[in-house]
C-alpha cells in the first residue's frame, strides 16, 4: 500500500516531467506550477491535491497510465523506483507488473542533460544545519557568539590601573 505522502511524491516527480494528472476520467488535467516553494510542496500542488482526494482519488490518474490515485492508495499497489529510469512507479503488492513505467511515453525521458525532478530543498533549512556543522567542527566548548565589549569591564580594568600606580 503507497501512504499519501509516498502517492504525492509520485505524482510531484512526474509534474517536473510535464505530466498532469487526469481528473473525473478525463473532463480536467491538473499540472501545478510550481510544485514546491522551499521544501513544502506549493499551494498549486495542494490544491490538485484537494481535487484528486475530493473523490478518494476515483477516476484520478497521471496521464498515460492505469493506475487510479485511489487503486494507489489501497493495499493492492505500492510506489516503488523503475528499473529503467528510477523515478516512483506504481507496483501491484502481489507480483510483477504487466504495466509500462508512466516514463514510456516520454521521448525526452530518461534524459541526462536535463535536471533530474527531485524533492523540494528548504535552503534556509538547509544553511542552519550547515552553520550547526560548522560549529562542532570548531568546538563546543567555543562560544558561537563572541562576547561583546563591555563598557564595565573597561572601566574595572582603568580603575585597577590608577590603584597600582
Ligand atoms: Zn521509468
Known sequence: MASPKQVREYLAHWFQLGKPVVLENGKA???????FVGSRYSQAFEECWQQI????????????TDQTIAMLLSSAW???SCARCSLPI????????????????????????????????????YLTVLQGRLAQVRGDDQPAVRPSYDPADAANIAASWRGTS
Open 29 to 35: 488535467e491538473c499540472l501545478p506550477y510550481p510544485i
Open 90 to 125: 506504481p507496483l501491484p503488492d502481489l507480483g510483477y507488473s504487466s504495466y509500462p513505467c508512466p516514463c514510456h511515453d516520454l521521448t525526452s525521458w530518461p534524459n541526462d542533460e536535463i535536471p533530474r525532478p527531485r524533492m523540494g530543498v528548504d535552503t534556509n533549512q
Open 53 to 64: 482526494l475530493h473523490k478518494e482519488g476515483a477516476d484520478c490518474y497521471l496521464k498515460g
Open 78 to 80: 505500492e510506489v516503488v
